[in-house]
């Protein structure tokens, strides 16, 4: 009960800190949100289109594009509309149709479509869309032209007949087929990807940075006060022991529920969900009281976990997908227990696994936990009990 007591403190401690409340509870669910937003599926480009012709070409063009089904089609009432869309980032593209774009076809001229994009090339993809859309609406145009000429019929009944002609004459049939495997399968969520990593970040990071509670601990004398008291040093060991892993499973915990309730993340089987947290919660612990037991000055501690934790994280896959990685960067990121963490929640959420499935990441995490655990009661036994 002692040890319990002991690690509840140190809970509490973690929760009533002020500063926590915004690198805690609030900057990792708006890290999730803004990873989601940018990276995650399920979101459209966008591009906003200026039809300033509303005739029967720029009329066609718009609704191909919109009946693209891979673009957020938004309708601008003018071009400058178009530029500040595009300016303000609310837009990915613009489509400038022109005012005379029938006439200027059936004149048998060149029309000029603008098409607007921001310079660091994120509209790129959106272009090669808008090009071969306009193309399949343009096909038509030659032969109206034609008919005009030869038959001196109107330009748009011509257009008209020519396009129901090319619509019915289809001598190809394009049977389009996927092979190979998605590393990220179409079925993933917005914030599926983004909420695993930054569940590991947070939950190794929140851990590691407890060890400036435990120095806080030893510098106060509160350790020794329990000394004097029926307290068995094994019995303070476990209690600090049980705060580290309280702390990161709190952090973890709150990512994972939060997450659940507003961006509907899906965890895959959430009781292996919570065993890989359990068992990332039991790393983190270990690291951080091996900190805490090894620094003597708490800022100095703080920094540090700080840089630990966001290098591993880096390199473990949890700031950017480590199936992206070369083939030697994914062997090295597996020296770190994000690297396996990560893992353990990509089969689970992407290839609905279940617990028998991640045996071997979680065995790994409990190596860790236990090897890692082992040194640092060892340093805070001999730091504690040290005159």
């Known amino acids: 009960m002692k040890a319990l007591a002991i690690g509840w403190t140190n809970v509490k401690r973690m929760i009533r800190e002020r500063s926590n409340i915004f690198f805690v509870f609030i900057f990792p669910i708006a890290l999730v949100l803004l990873i989601g937003i940018q990276f995650g599926g399920g979101v459209l480009p966008s591009v906003t289109v200026f039809d300033g012709d509303e005739g029967q070409l720029s009329t066609a063009i718009v609704e191909a594009l919109e009946d693209e089904g891979g673009l957020d089609v938004r309708i601008a009432e003018s071009s400058d509309d178009v530029i500040n869309a595009v300016e303000r980032g609310t837009s990915q593209a613009g489509v400038l149709l022109p005012a005379d774009m029938d006439q200027t076809a059936a004149a048998g001229n060149q029309v000029e479509v603008g098409y607007l994009t921001r310079p660091d090339g994120s509209g790129a993809q959106i272009q090669s869309i808008v090009s071969a859309t306009i193309a399949d609406v343009m096909t038509p145009v030659g032969a109206a032209q034609f008919a005009v000429v030869e038959t001196g019929a109107p330009f748009d009944d011509a257009l008209t007949v ?226």
């Open 162 to 387: 020519a396009g129901e002609v090319s619509t019915q004459a289809n001598p190809m049939e394009v049977e389009v087929s996927a092979i190979g495997e998605a590393i990220f399968p179409s079925t993933l969520g917005q914030f599926d990807l983004g909420a695993s990593s930054q569940l590991v970040l947070f939950t190794f990071l929140t851990a590691l940075a407890g060890s400036s509670a435990l120095i806080l601990t030893r510098q106060l004398g509160i350790s020794n006060r329990m000394m004097s008291t029926p307290t068995s040093i094994r019995t303070i060991v476990f209690g600090e022991s049980l705060g580290r892993w309280g702390t990161a499973m709190v952090q973890g915990v709150y990512i994972m529920v939060l997450t659940l309730i507003i961006f509907s993340v899906n965890w895959g089987d959430p009781i292996a969900a919570i065993l890989v947290l359990v068992a990332l919660s039991a790393v983190g612990a270990g690291a951080g009281m091996l900190m805490g037991a090894t620094f003597k000055n708490d800022q100095q501690a703080a920094g540090i976990s700080v840089m630990l934790a966001l290098g591993l994280a880096a390199l473990g896959g949890a700031m950017f997908p480590s199936e992206l990685f070369s083939p030697t960067m994914q062997t090295v990121a597996h020296i770190t227990p994000h690297a396996w963490a990560l893992d353990a929640y990509a089969i689970l959420v992407r290839q609905g696994g279940n617990t028998f499935d991640i045996l071997l990441e979680l065995g790994v995490l409990a190596l860790y936990a236990v090897v890692l655990l082992a040194l640092a009661s060892w340093r805070l036994r001999v730091a504690i009990t040290k005159p």
